[in-house]
């Protein structure tokens, strides 16, 4: 595997940037098991399931102990990131908007398993690999969407706002939009062509929720580094060889909320930490991998931009 993400490199859902969103999916498994789960994803362990990992399918299945592979904190960073986002996303549909875009939705089955209001469209953009993996696992289940479920099999890192508007997308029409898990991944450019790129797309009163990651200090990424070089470690011991450093983007870039901020968008923030112990949860103490002062983020876009 090489030591650096690549522009063409791979995003199936058992190996490169892609298995992310299949450990996102084990980690929401694990914690909608947990005596207050914040959370209720019942298609996290059958999608991982049928990914066909062995570790994988048994840690989300509960036959196997989570040890340290799977953390506490990331369980319970589980439970609020997958809260946070639900309640975004209700909020805003309960507020009137009836367009929703979700970038990068690998695994998540929210356009299956949230009460969306009558007349909500949820457009969700991945990979084709991704999304006809998704769709059919699940059609297999027997799910069927509690939205107008609409899919955009396209990457990021191509053309997407054009295969979005093919798929019935009204950039007229206040958009609610998600960036969740995502921005780490693209290198710094990208994720300011992404942004860009939504605000452009978003008529007033549309809504967005990302995080927005502070830029390190000197020494904060070494530590990360390390840390995630022990995680996959880990991983490797139980016989899943994935180089988790080699998957994100390292060095400055510009942080999302005032980037965002700077283009229109009106934001409001709760760090990591914060949000942890707002649900009661234990305080995120090992922390080089900087969780803790993560900002989740979302807010509405008040000036016209076209």
Known sequence: MTSTRQDGDTWDLASSVGATATLAAVARAIAARTERPL???????????????????????????????????????????????????????????????????????????????????????????????????????????????RVVAID????????????????????????????????????????????????????????SRPNPRPGDEDKTKEGLHRISERWRAHGFDLDH??????????EAAPYLTGHGWTLNGTSNRDLFAANDLPAITDDDLRMGGVLYVSGVLNKATK
């Open 245 to 254: 450093a080699s998957l994100r983007y390292f060095g400055e870039r510009n």
């Open 39 to 149: 959370i209720d994803d019942p298609f996290a362990e059958p999608l991982v399931r049928a990914v066909g990992t062995d570790i994988l399918t048994r840690l989300a299945a509960g036959e196997a102990d989570p040890g340290d592979l799977v953390g506490q904190v990331v369980i319970d960073g589980a439970k609020v990131r997958t809260k946070f986002y639900d309640e975004f996303f209700l909020d805003a549909t309960n507020g009137g908007i009836t367009q929703v875009v979700i970038l990068a939705s690998g695994l998540d089955s929210r356009a299956y398993r949230l009460h969306w209001p009558t007349g909500t469209v949820v457009y969700e953009v991945d990979r084709p690999q991704v999304i006809e993996f998704k769709t059919r696992t699940l059609a297999e289940l027997g799910a069927v969407p509690t939205a107008d479920r």
């Open 156 to 211: 990021l890192r191509d053309e997407w706002y054009t295969a979005l508007h093919a798929a019935g997308f009204d950039p007229a029409q206040p958009t609610a939009w998600s960036a969740e898990g995502l921005l780490g991944y693209l290198p710094p450019e990208a994720q300011d062509r992404l942004l860009d790129t939504i605000t452009e797309l978003s008529a007033p009163g549309s809504r967005v929720a990302t995080e």
